[in-house]
């Protein structure tokens, strides 16, 4: 584990989080070349991937997160981020980012969100 990802909790339906994962540990010019990515694991299910920014500057998502979740991310503070809006007890899970440099990936520490009807 070489990253922490914070920001998540428990919120009710309907609610938001947003999601931090700095990444002290990268130096700027591989962070700013970097293809970045949340997955999250529900209980009992595989972990799946949710939004990925590219180093390009693209933004996909996963289906079900779409028009709710946004990722980005702060070069000059070298964080990624991720913007939960509307948050469904289907998004319990627990969220990781990871960031692959090109030359490595990085994992971070899970951060648990858990969403009550």
């Known amino acids: 584990v070489q990253l922490q990802a914070s920001g998540g909790g428990s919120v009710q339906a309907g609610g938001s989080l947003k999601l931090s994962c700095p990444a002290s540990?990268?130096?700027?010019?591989?962070?700013?070349?970097?293809?970045m990515e949340w997955y999250r694991q529900a209980p009992g299910k595989q972990r799946e991937l949710v939004a990925v920014?590219?180093?390009?500057?693209?933004?996909n998502y996963q289906d079900s997160v779409k028009g709710r979740f946004t990722i980005s991310r702060d070069n000059s503070r070298k964080t990624l981020y991720l913007q939960m809006n509307n948050l469904e007890p289907e998004d319990t899970a627990v969220y990781y980012c990871?960031?692959?440099?090109?030359?490595?990936?990085?994992w971070g520490r899970g951060t648990l969100v858990t969403v009550s009807s």
């Open positions: 540990r990268i130096i700027l010019s591989e962070f700013t070349k970097s293809q």
């Open positions: 990871h960031v692959d440099t090109g030359s490595r990936d990085y």
């Open positions: 920014f590219t180093s390009g500057g693209s933004r």
